[in-house]
């Protein structure tokens, strides 16, 4: 996440989970919305390149993790699907949709009693780091 978002203040709220994340997540992209529209996210700790665009990505995975905690019998993980050529990059993407396709249906049909919670690099399990 560090090389994500540089403010250590929001990485610390968005690295810990318990009963108060989902409140603190709301509340931090309603602050990344306000220095967005104010032009004030870089003095915020916010990135300064594909801004929201990170800052969603940082959130779906946070969000994740909260799920998770929130839902244990169910399996929910998120997954990066490579570089893949879609419309989002104009098709400058390195691995076909098919490869990109792999990671998400290979989660959505393993069986339960899978581990929750994680983040997945394309098929394998990655960190939050
Ligand atoms: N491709 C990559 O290299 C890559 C890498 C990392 C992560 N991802 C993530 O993977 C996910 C899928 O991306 P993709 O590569 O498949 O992109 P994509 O081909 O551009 O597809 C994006 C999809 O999102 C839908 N969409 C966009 N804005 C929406 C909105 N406001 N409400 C509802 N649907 C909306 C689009 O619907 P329409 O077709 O109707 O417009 C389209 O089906 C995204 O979250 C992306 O950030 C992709």
Redesign the pocket.
């Known amino acids: 996440m560090k090389e994500h978002i540089p403010g250590e203040i929001i990485r610390k709220q968005m690295a810990i989970v318990d009963e108060q994340t989902e409140e603190r997540l709301d509340q931090l992209l309603q602050s990344f919305l306000k220095d967005f529209k104010e032009r004030n996210l870089q003095e915020n700790g916010w990135p300064k390149n594909l801004s929201a665009y990170t800052a969603s990505k940082v959130a779906v995975s946070t969000y994740t993790r909260i799920l998770a905690e929130k839902y244990p019998t169910s399996c929910i993980n998120c997954v ?5 050529k ?4 104009f098709n400058t ?1 390195i691995v076909s949709v098919e490869e ?1 396709a792999k990671g998400p249906v290979m989660l959505a049909l393993l069986p339960g009693g899978i581990p929750t919670g994680l983040f997945y690099e394309q098929t394998n399990p990655s960190t939050f780091e």
């Open positions: 990066r699907p490579g570089f893949a879609t419309d989002i990059n993407g990109g």
